[in-house]
């Protein structure tokens, strides 16, 4: 084989895994190979090239309203922007003890993970969890000035 020959069939064997995941057609990869001289070949590689990233680069990222969800969960999922989630507690409260679950109205459940205890009075209390220190977090009850460190179960 001729080293132009070579050249382009290695080419073209990286570049097909390229062209399935971005589309390209196998007319237009078969084009370009069907350039008899090298430097216009490679040019038509390098506009499939210079095409694949432009498209790599406008395809949308994934949106992230998934920090939200995944606020208090272990960190395998990036929610550091948030240092403060705002709720509810729905219905009537009375306070707190170890191991107390509230759900939340977004649909969040926490957990109280320290040994405290409180009582109070409130219905629907606003709420606030704020990130702590080592991947700790407090709930602060509204009207309420102690804040129980919490952990995120559902």
């Known amino acids: 084989m001729k080293p132009n020959t070579l050249f382009c069939a290695g080419l073209l064997t990286a570049l097909a895994p390229l062209a399935a995941t971005a589309q390209t057609d196998d007319a237009t990869l078969l084009r370009?190979?069907?350039?008899?001289?090298?430097?216009?070949?490679?040019?038509?590689?390098?506009?499939?090239?210079?095409?694949?990233?432009?498209?790599?680069?406008?395809?949308?990222?994934?949106?992230?309203?998934?920090?939200?969800?995944?606020f208090g969960r272990p960190p395998k999922l990036d929610a550091s922007d948030i240092d403060v989630l705002e709720s509810r507690v729905p219905g009537p409260f009375e306070g707190w003890s170890p191991r107390q679950r509230f759900t939340l109205a977004n649909g969040q459940v926490w957990e109280i993970s320290d040994d405290s205890s409180a009582f109070g009075r409130g219905r629907d209390l606003a709420v606030k969890i704020r990130?702590?220190?080592?991947?700790?977090?407090?709930?602060?009850?509204?009207?309420?000035?102690?804040?129980?460190?919490?952990?995120?179960?559902?």
């Not at 038509?44 to 949106?63: G, I, K, N, V, Y």
């Open 32 to 70: 370009c190979a069907q350039n008899t001289e090298a430097a216009a070949r490679l040019a038509c590689f390098d506009e499939l090239t210079s095409r694949a990233r432009q498209r790599q680069a406008r395809s949308p990222s994934t949106p992230d309203p998934a920090k939200v969800v995944e």
């Open 131 to 154: 990130r702590g220190s080592m991947g700790s977090y407090f709930i602060e009850f509204d009207g309420v000035t102690r804040s129980p460190r919490v952990r995120r179960v559902d």
